[in-house]
């Protein structure tokens, strides 16, 4: 596979939870730090959590203390806890790598809605 595939997303009420995970090839995975990205309606995709090799992590101000990335660097796959979801979050969550993100995948919509 080319582009990451993205999964886990779906319809959850303010303050619901829910974990997303991305698999990609070790071309775009490799050494290279991991990012979640998103986008919502008629707004720019931004970066919303990044994760080094190494485990380093750097977060959103608009997500910290409520999302936490995580990877796995054998399997290539890269995860995003999201707690405490707000209507805002509302977007498709991307995951690439950052900077220079490789070709985009579907993404996965997440949906945060009483």
């Known amino acids: 596979q080319v582009q990451p595939v993205e999964s886990g997303g779906g319809l959850v009420q303010p303050g619901g939870s829910l974990r997303l995970a991305c698999a990609a090839s070790?071309?775009?995975?490799?050494?290279?730090?991991m990012g979640w990205y998103r986008q919502a309606p008629e707004k720019e995709r931004e970066l919303v959590a990044s994760?080094?090799?190494?485990?380093?992590?750097n977060y959103a101000d608009s997500v910290k203390g409520r999302f936490t990335i995580s990877r796995d660097n054998a399997k290539n796959t890269v995860d995003l806890q999201m707690n405490s979801l707000k209507p805002e979050d509302t977007a498709v969550y991307y995951c690439?790598?950052?900077?220079?993100?490789?070709?985009w995948g579907q993404g996965t919509q997440v949906t945060v809605s009483s």
């Open positions: 690439n790598k950052t900077p220079y993100p490789a070709s």
């Open positions: 070790r071309r775009i995975f490799g050494l290279f730090t």
């Open positions: 994760i080094t090799v190494g485990g380093s992590r």
